[in-house]
């Protein structure tokens, strides 16, 4: 375990590197500098994503052995309710703590074997996989967990379906492309510190619910705001999904065109933002309560947008996690500590736009502009309207330094 501690040595904390280039930018004060990807943030995140492919594959054998093997016994659920669930959920800060990784991109990756086994777990137990042939062997069932991106299952074969040479260069093309427009973003979004229009009226870590979330330069922030956590969400996703495709496997579509190939807010949640959060979310918590018949489907809908964002405020706990050489007699003075249940009435404010969608829809202003809009201004009124709120989601990633983390990874320009 030590070997594996000395890969993690790096804290990637602070950019020692020098630039490869400088420059000035005309209508911009001062000289610019031009950062290349550290190798060694690439090699830790290869690293820390095996290592937990590894922790996934092992819970795998054992929910397939334990749970689906003996589905709808008593010791199936204690054991998946009162074990599975709760280690996978502390194990991540254990793992954190061990390999004293402080890198807060790195640590969003931390939790992610958490994500993949509750969530599944609660599917082997309730039955509602997504595909008869994931629980076809252990085989399957362990492929199924070897990836945070779900593959696509042939149910003729029960196997995964390969991918093709073509569908293979388009999946690198892509995550090329979303490479350099995530870094050219990035460089730009913090050289103007989040706000690229000057808004002082909206704290970024705070509840904040008054009029001033409606005024422009909040909702533009918002609006780029969401562009650039797009680009590192699909990018990443991307890339996890692509470690699968490499091996000649297919996976699902993560992200399809969310913000310009909308229709309707619930168009956009589950069909083109984050299939894979949102094939989780439904297989795992809206069928087994649709199953155990515990709630109409509008309350459904609401518990499940819940729960995501129960789930998104764990995640956050995974980013914000201190060890505790972090803390002295006085504290953390250091540490960023986020408003927990922010991300939970973020997802919750989703939730009742969703549930309103069906009676606005039907008021005679708005079947107008559905009906002579163009589709890409339909859909970036679409993003506007979580603009307001969406600062409740973001907030704690800027203000406790995340996107400022990831920049090692990727290519960059800041002032001198």
């Known amino acids: 375990m030590q070997v594996i501690k000395t890969w993690f040595e ?6 020692t590197k020098h630039p490869i280039t400088t420059f ?8 610019f500098g031009l950062f290349a990807p550290q190798g060694n943030m690439w090699k830790q995140l290869g690293y820390f994503g095996m290592l937990q492919i590894l922790i996934q594959c092992a819970f795998a054998a054992i929910i397939y052995s334990f749970i689906i093997k003996k589905r709808g016994t ?8 009162g074990v599975i669930i709760p280690a996978s959920c502390i194990l991540p800060f254990y793992l954190l703590e061990f390999l004293d990784i402080r890198n807060k991109c790195l640590k969003l990756v931390g939790g992610q074997f958490a994500s993949v086994v509750v969530f599944r777990c609660i599917e082997a137990m309730y039955d509602t996989s997504p ?55 990035l460089s730009f979004m913090l050289h103007h510190d989040f706000k690229p229009l000057t808004n002082d009226f909206v704290n970024q870590d705070q509840f904040n619910i008054n009029i001033d979330l409606f005024k422009p330069q909040h909702l533009v922030n918002g609006y780029l705001t969401v ?17 699968v495709q490499a091996q000649g496997y297919s996976t699902v579509n993560i992200f399809r065109n969310p913000l310009f190939a909308c229709h309707t807010p619930t168009e956009f949640w589950t ?50 996690y201190y060890q505790a ?34 009676p606005v829809t039907k ?38 330094g995340f996107f400022n983390d990831s920049t090692p990874l990727f290519w960059h320009i800041k002032t001198l």
């Open 227 to 243: 562009v650039i956590i797009y680009f590192h969400l699909a990018f990443g996703f991307g890339l996890s999904g692509f470690a």
């Open 363 to 400: 008021l005679p202003f708005v079947q107008f502009l559905s009906q002579n809009l163009p589709l890409f201004v339909k859909s970036t009124l679409i993003v506007l309207i979580h603009a307001p709120f969406v600062h409740l989601y973001y907030g704690d990633w800027i203000q406790g």
């Open 271 to 320: 069909e083109r933002w984050n299939t894979t959060i949102h094939q989780m979310l439904k297989y795992g918590v809206f069928l087994p309560i649709k199953k155990l018949k515990l709630a109409n489907p509008a309350i459904s809908i609401l518990v499940t947008f819940i729960v995501s964002g129960l789930y998104h405020d764990y995640s956050w706990a995974n980013i914000f």
């Open 131 to 185: 595909s008869p042939a994931v629980e076809a062997s252990i085989s399957n069932y362990i492929a199924y967990y070897s990836s945070m991106v779900p593959c696509v299952w042939d149910s003729k074969t029960n196997g995964r379906k390969r991918i093709n040479v073509i569908e293979l260069l388009s999946a690198f093309l892509r995550l090329f492309l979303q490479f350099h427009v995530y870094s050219l973003l």
């Open 74 to 81: 008593t010791g199936a659920y204690l054991l998946g309710w």
């Open 325 to 358: 050489h972090y803390y002295d007699d006085n504290g953390c003075n250091s540490c960023h500590v986020p408003t927990y249940g922010r991300v939970t009435t973020f997802f919750l404010f989703t939730g009742l736009i969703m549930l309103l969608e069906r």
């Open 10 to 15: 790096d804290k990637l904390l602070t950019c």
């Open 24 to 31: 000035s930018i005309p209508s911009y004060d001062g000289e």
